[in-house]
């Protein structure tokens, strides 16, 4: 099989190994509890393993990480800018949080993508009210901080000039 962890930037890539028989497993960035455990039973499929103890004790841990953190992230408001895959993982883990992903851009994000990210909110409470953005740029970001504030802002470095011009807070990633 032929697993790739970016469905979005390995398209031909997926299509030319399954062209050649390959079973293809493709996630998007596995960030957090639900996206990892689907990663991990992929994975348990395609080797015919089971998913190891240790990293179901470790599953046991990052949920009572997010029990113990959910008063500082429930409801705050994130921007996510980035590779269509990274913020289609990003946005899912936020969702699961109780966070809001009120603003998720990708510059090469297409309707596929959009489409996905949109099902994501369209699933969660915590999506009412965020909107995805295909095929704009930082420039159209910054636009949105100005007319539409978030309390933390997630991407590259070059949210720097975000962060700066805005006063919006940049986690990088």
């Excluded at 109780?98 to 851009?105: D, F, Q, S, W, Y």
Aim: net charge negative; hydrophobic share 40%.
């Amino acid at each position: 099989a032929t697993v790739s962890m970016q469905e979005f930037c390995t398209e031909k890539s997926l299509a030319y190994a399954a062209s050649k028989g390959q079973e293809i497993a493709a996630f998007n960035h596995p960030v957090g509890v639900a996206a990892t455990d689907k990663f991990l039973m992929e994975i348990a499929r395609l080797t015919g393993k089971s998913i190891p103890a240790e990293l179901e004790k470790e599953r046991g841990r990052l949920v009572d990480a997010i029990a113990d953190s959910s008063a500082h992230i429930h409801g705050k408001k994130f921007a996510i800018y980035g590779d269509p895959d990274l913020t289609l993982g990003l946005t899912a883990f936020l969702l699961e949080l109780g966070a809001e992903p009120v603003h998720v851009l990708a510059t090469n994000g297409n309707e596929t993508w959009a489409n996905k990210v949109q099902a994501l909110f369209d699933a969660s409470p915590f999506g009412k009210g965020c909107h995805v953005y295909a095929g704009k740029d930082l420039w159209h970001m910054r636009s949105l901080l100005f007319t539409e504030p978030v309390d933390f802002l997630i991407g590259n470095t070059y949210g720097k000039y975000l962060e700066r011009d805005t006063g919006t807070p940049l986690i990088r990633i």
